[in-house]
T-cell receptor, first 115, second 115 residues
Framework: EAGVTQSPTHLIKTRGQQATLRCSPI?????VYWYQQALGLGLQFLLW???????NRGNFPPRFSGRQFPNYSSELNVNALELEDSALYLC??????????????FGQGTRLTVV | GENVEQHPSTLSVQEGDSAVIKCTYS??????FPWYKQELGKRPQLIID?????GEKKDQRIAVTLNKTAKHFSLHITETQPEDSAVYFC??????????????FGTGTRLLVSP
């Protein structure tokens, strides 16, 4: 069974540009989480999608946005990139609340570098 | 509010010693508590989890204990080995007003096991 996959693995952008990160959850999972992990720091919660809708977002500015598609894959968009947006962006998926299992599996991450 | 506190932020032990990492949570409705291990350059991976109807769970050298009354849970690693060196994250399920549950992570503990 394929795990959570993220693309691209690495992404280099210049300040002010937009970045789009993608996540494919494990088959059958409806819940997708996005986290930002700056170097040496913990997992900062960004966004949570379940069954196609945004369920909650963390304390990040509106230029961080995303969506979940009908097949439950998800996209994270970061507009007007700033140098401090450089980080590892991790996606995780789980079965979703309605199936009563919140065990989350992580993708390998997208390393975003803003120069 | 949603909050999972994790201590210590760093922990250094000698090979063979035990290591204990503690987390506290704020939502009394939390019922799922996983622990993740993140090795350098890799994705976080689930190592053990516990649900609120259980007070303790063991898996070889690792164990997790849960005190629902005090709202805290701990990870215990016995007979530590250098390969246990990693960042460990605790998490707790949080129930939204909508009834959906999401995972909230602690800030992580960097464990260093010296030979």
């Amino acid at each position: 069974e394929a795990g959570v996959t993220q693309s691209p693995t690495h992404l280099i952008k210049t300040r002010g540009q937009q970045a789009t990160l993608r996540c494919s959850p494990i088959s059958g999972h409806t819940s997708v989480y996005w986290y930002q992990q700056a170097l040496g720091l913990g997992l900062q919660f960004l966004l949570w999608y379940d069954e196609g809708e945004e369920r909650n977002r963390g304390n990040f500015p509106p230029r961080f946005s995303g969506r979940q598609f009908p097949n439950y894959s998800s996209e994270l968009n970061v507009n007007a990139l700033e140098l401090e947006d450089s980080a590892l962006y991790l996606c995780a998926s789980s079965l979703g609340f309605r199936r009563g299992n919140t065990e989350a599996f992580f993708g390998q991450g997208t390393r975003l570098t803003v120069v | 509010g949603e909050n999972v506190e994790q201590h210590p932020s760093t922990l250094s032990v000698q090979e063979g010693d035990s290591a204990v990492i503690k987390c506290t949570y704020s939502d009394s409705a939390s019922n799922y508590f996983p622990w993740y291990k993140q090795e350098l350059g890799k994705r976080p991976q689930l190592i053990i989890d516990i649900r609120s109807n259980v007070g303790e769970k063991k898996d070889q050298r690792i164990a997790v204990t849960l005190n629902k009354t005090a709202k805290h849970f701990s990870l215990h690693i016995t007979e530590t080995q250098p390969e246990d060196s990693a960042v460990y994250f605790c998490a707790a399920s949080l129930t939204e007003n909508t009834g959906f549950q999401k995972l909230v992570f602690g800030t992580g503990t960097r464990l260093l096991v010296s030979p």
